[in-house]
């Protein structure tokens, strides 16, 4: 059985949270979906530092090293777009077969070509850290709010990976 084509990936919308803007690319940053994972942080501090303002300095590293640290956010709090290349948006990389990550005492991160429905309608994406405690303010998406509900349960298991 066929799966249904999806349409094509939007444009960056107002949604994707504000914009930080260099010759070669724009990082999207929506404050709402980051736990604080880091990973923007680790992968290029020059770039994602929390004490700078403003805290993302876009031209601080060629727009493609850029690019792939963005796409190693594992919640969908950050997105790009270049100007040029092949990647005209987050939502063009390569997803594979969808996966779920369970971590140990907080969220699902999945990843993959996602439609994501929530109570302000439908998202298309391809990262999300989706809550697992129930304790989120914003659903369907994790907040952090794991950590001060107390919610413990077992992790470190992927799922749906093929």
Avoid at 108 to 125: H, K, N, T
Avoid at 140 to 154: I, K, L, N, T, V
């Amino acid at each position: 059985m066929s799966q249904p084509e999806l349409p094509p990936p939007p444009t960056p919308a107002p949604d994707w949270g504000r914009a930080y803007t260099a010759p070669d690319l724009t990082v999207y940053y929506d404050k709402a979906r980051c736990i604080h994972f880091a990973a923007c942080i680790r992968g290029l501090p020059q770039v994602f530092d929390t004490a700078a303002r403003p805290w993302i300095q876009a031209d601080a590293a060629p727009a493609e090293q850029v690019a792939e640290v963005v796409r190693r956010c594992p919640t969908g709090a950050l997105h790009y777009a270049l100007k040029n290349g092949p990647a005209k948006s987050a939502l063009a990389e390569p997803t594979g077969p969808t996966s779920i990550e369970v971590r140990a005492n907080g969220p699902l991160f999945v990843r993959g070509d996602l439609m994501i429905a929530g109570a302000q309608g439908s998202v298309r994406d391809t990262r999300a850290a989706l809550c697992r405690c129930g304790a989120s303010h914003n659903k369907p998406y994790c907040d952090g709010s794991h950590r001060q509900s107390g919610f413990e349960a077992a992790g470190g298991e992927r799922i749906n990976t093929g």
